[in-house]
C-alpha cells in the first residue's frame, strides 16, 4: 500500500491539444460562441460575417449533437463552413478542432467555432481560441449570468440577442448587465437583434478589432 | 452532463501513473473539485465506478472528492472571503474587483495503490 503523487489537471490531455492548436493559430483569431440553444448564435453569425467576409479568410466551425443545418445556413452566406457531430457529446473538445482544421488548413485570419448550446459543459474545454463569446436571448431571463456563473465567469464578450422582443418579455438589461458584471468585471456587452439589426455592426468593429489584435500580437 | 468525459480522462491518467509506479491495484484516487468547476460530484462519482468496472487495476478503486469553496481576495479592501454564490461582490466594501484564491480546481492530488 502506498500514495503516488500524481498533482495533474483532469482535462490535461485536453489543454496540450488546445495549447498545440493555439501555437498553430498564432496569426488566426479564434473566437468560441458559446450559449444555450436557441440564442440565436447562428443568425448573429449569419448577418455579421457577411460584412467583412470578403476582407478576410475566414471559417466557422459549426458543433452539433446532429444535423448538418447550422453549417448549410453559414454556407449559404458564402462562408466556408466546417461541421462536428458530437453524436452524445455537450460540448466540443480540442481534438474536434484539430479534425476540422484538418479540412479547414490553418492559413485563415479568422476561425469562429459555435460551440453546442449548452451553457455548462463548454466551459471547461480549451479549443485553442483567443476569446469566448456568450450570447443569450432576451427569451432567457435577465439572471441567467448568475444561474450559469462559470460559464460566464470565463468568457471576455457577451451578445444580449433578440433586444427587438424586449417589449413583450420581462427582461431587464441593466439587471443582467449588473449581474454578468458581478460574475465578471471584464466582460465588454454588447446588444444585438438579427431582427432590427442593432448592434451588429458593433459586433462587427468588435471581431475586426480582435482580427487586428492578433494580427499585431 | 459531461462529468462522463471528466471520469474518462481521471481514468486515463489513473491507469498511466499506476502502470508508470508499477502498481499492481490502485485502491483510491483522490481528486479536488471546486465549485466553479461545473462538475456535479454525484454525476462524476456515477461516472468513475460505470467506467471503471472495465478496468481490472482500478476495479476496486474508490474516488474520494474534496469539494473546494470558492474564496477570493478582494483587490479594492484586501479582505478575503467564502462565496456561496458565484457572484463576486466582496462583501465588505462591495467592489467587484475580487482575485479567485481557489474554486477553479479540477485536478488530481494523488492515488493510493498496492
Known amino acids: 500500500m502506498g500514495m503516488v503523487d500524481v498533482k495533474a489537471k483532469i482535462l490535461e490531455k485536453n489543454y496540450s491539444k488546445a495549447a498545440v492548436l493555439r501555437d498553430k ?58 461541421q462536428v457531430n458530437t453524436g452524445r457529446a455537450c460540448h466540443l473538445e480540442a481534438t474536434d478542432v484539430e479534425k476540422a482544421m484538418a479540412e479547414l488548413g490553418y492559413d485563415l485570419d479568422l ?44 468568457g471576455s464578450s457577451f451578445i444580449i440577442n433578440k433586444t427587438d422582443l424586449l417589449p413583450y418579455v420581462e427582461f431587464d438589461v441593466d439587471k443582467c448587465i449588473g449581474y454578468a458584471k ?36 | 452532463m459531461h462529468e462522463a468525459s471528466i471520469a474518462a480522462s481521471l481514468i486515463e491518467i489513473v491507469i498511466d501513473t499506476a502502470e508508470k509506479n508499477k502498481a499492481e491495484k490502485v485502491t483510491k484516487v483522490f481528486v479536488k473539485i471546486g465549485r466553479l468547476a461545473a462538475i456535479e460530484i454525484d454525476s462524476l462519482e456515477f461516472a468513475y465506478d460505470a467506467i471503471k468496472e472495465e478496468y481490472e487495476i482500478i476495479k476496486d478503486s474508490e474516488i474520494i472528492i474534496e469539494d473546494v469553496p470558492i474564496t477570493g481576495k478582494c483587490q479594492k479592501c484586501g479582505v478575503t472571503d467564502t462565496y456561496e454564490e458565484m457572484f463576486f461582490a466582496c462583501g465588505a466594501c462591495g467592489a467587484f474587483e475580487v482575485e479567485l484564491l481557489t474554486g477553479e480546481e479540477l485536478t488530481i492530488t494523488e492515488i493510493e495503490v498496492d
Open chain 1, 182 to 217: 458581478g460574475v465578471n468585471p471584464e466582460l465588454e456587452v454588447f446588444q444585438a437583434s438579427c431582427k432590427t439589426g442593432e448592434g451588429l455592426e458593433e459586433i462587427a468593429a468588435y471581431i475586426e478589432g480582435m482580427i487586428a489584435k492578433k494580427k499585431n500580437a
Open chain 1, 25 to 82: 493559430f498564432k496569426n488566426t483569431c479564434v473566437l468560441n460562441f458559446v450559449s444555450s440553444p436557441g440564442s440565436g448564435k447562428t443568425s448573429i453569425l449569419e448577418k455579421v460575417l457577411v460584412m467583412f467576409k470578403d476582407k478576410y479568410k475566414l471559417a466557422v466551425v459549426e458543433g452539433d449533437q446532429q444535423t448538418t443545418n447550422d453549417a448549410d445556413r453559414i454556407e449559404a452566406t458564402g462562408v466556408t463552413a466546417y
Open chain 1, 111 to 154: 476561425l469562429i467555432i459555435e460551440n453546442v448550446g449548452n451553457l455548462v459543459c463548454p466551459s471547461q474545454f480549451d479549443l485553442g481560441e483567443d476569446a469566448k463569446v456568450i450570447v443569450l436571448s432576451t427569451t432567457e431571463g435577465d439572471d441567467k449570468p448568475i444561474k450559469y456563473p462559470v460559464m460566464f465567469r470565463v
